[in-house]
């Protein structure tokens, strides 16, 4: 059996998602971001700004955060500008991050990266005062900064218990890697609560997540094929 504590974010996940609904609803479902980032685009009005720093590429969830934050932002007359940065590369969060010092914004939030360019980058913007808040995932050992986000060991434990009311014999934890902080806290929530409580499960050494194809990929609208046919055979 296969354990893949990564969060609804990944696209394999919404594969099998995406075959259980209606095309209908499926359009709505894809069009909502859009739809959002283009509820009104003047910032006139806004007295502040935040800047979100988030991976590009990471899924429909991210688009979604993205979309919701900025109209959460307008409603508060607060304007969030979304940034995007290359995915799972400490070397371009810190620069985005940097670049933020140019711009003068209230505040940032962005998804953090557990690597010390990140970490330098975010003492540097901490020493100049710019109140920082990490989502989604965290960094370790930065008490400075605030954190909005899941209780990543519980969830981890809660798949551990999941995966033990139904499985037995070897499991596969397939993860992100130590960049992600939350990765790493559900992996090891998930290993410390199936080593207690379901001796019948032998949890395997942690594999990356190979790289996914764009949504728009003929690999991933076969995958997408596969997955409808399977739902309608079962």
Known sequence: AEAGIQGVESRQSEMWIRASVS?????????????????????????????????ANAGNSTRYLAAFLKLAGKKRGVQVRVNWVSKMNPGALSAALLETLERSAAGIAFQALDHPLVHEAVNRLHFEGVTLTTIVSDLTGNDEIGYVGIDNRAAGRTAGLLIGNYCAGAVAVVWSGQLLRAHEDRESGFRALTRTASPAITVMAA???PPLPPPTSPVYLSGVSRSSSRALAT
């Open 207 to 209: 594999t990356d997540t």
């Open 23 to 55: 095309n209908k609803t499926e359009d709505l479902v894809m069009k909502a971001p859009s739809a959002l980032e283009n509820d009104g685009d003047a910032t006139s009005a806004f007295a502040k700004t935040i800047e979100v720093i988030l991976p």
